[in-house]
């Protein structure tokens, strides 16, 4: 039984904070303390073995995972290996059909992979909120660029393009706490 737990993440516009923001909504709703940490901004506790289970994640932007919580994952691998861990990952390609497995490989199976000792319970897939606003202009010329080649029509990209599906984060958060 889960009574407590970290969630730990990286973001870069925002997007990963909702998300985990939701999972702590359901966690709490199931008696379950949750301390959360953007792993940018704070480090969670240096005895990481108190919480009965640890979610690391992480926004993706050009296929990468953010670096803070792939250091966190490097620095507490000991900790991590005898402790129930999930991964999850918020991406655009989480809501393409023709990329979702190809998603699932390359940023949760091959990340969790390349830490011997980390063997996650389970891993999230998320869609994330294309909001060019918030990019640069290299970065919002590209990301529009690429869903632009997606489409089936001549229409403008719109300036936000949510992919979140928030019913799908509470039941894996849910079936996670079972």
Known sequence: MIECMLIGYGTRYGTTTGIVEEMAKVAR???????????????????????????????????????????????????????????????GDAGDPDRHEIAQEEYLHKTASSYPGLNPVATGLFGGVFDFSKYNRIVGFLVKRIVKSKQETDEEVPEVIDFRDLQQVRNWTSNLLE
Not at 48 to 59: F, H, P, Q, T
Not at 82 to 89: E, G, I, R, S, Y
């Open 29 to 91: 709703e199931q008696n379950v303390q949750v301390d959360i940490s953007n792993l940018k901004e704070a480090q969670p506790p240096e005895d990481i073995s108190v919480y009965d289970l640890v979610v690391i994640g992480s926004g993706i932007q050009a296929g990468q995972w953010t670096k803070e919580p792939l250091k966190f994952i490097e620095n507490n691998i000991d900790a991590l290996s005898n402790t129930k861990t999930a991964l999850f990952v918020v991406c």
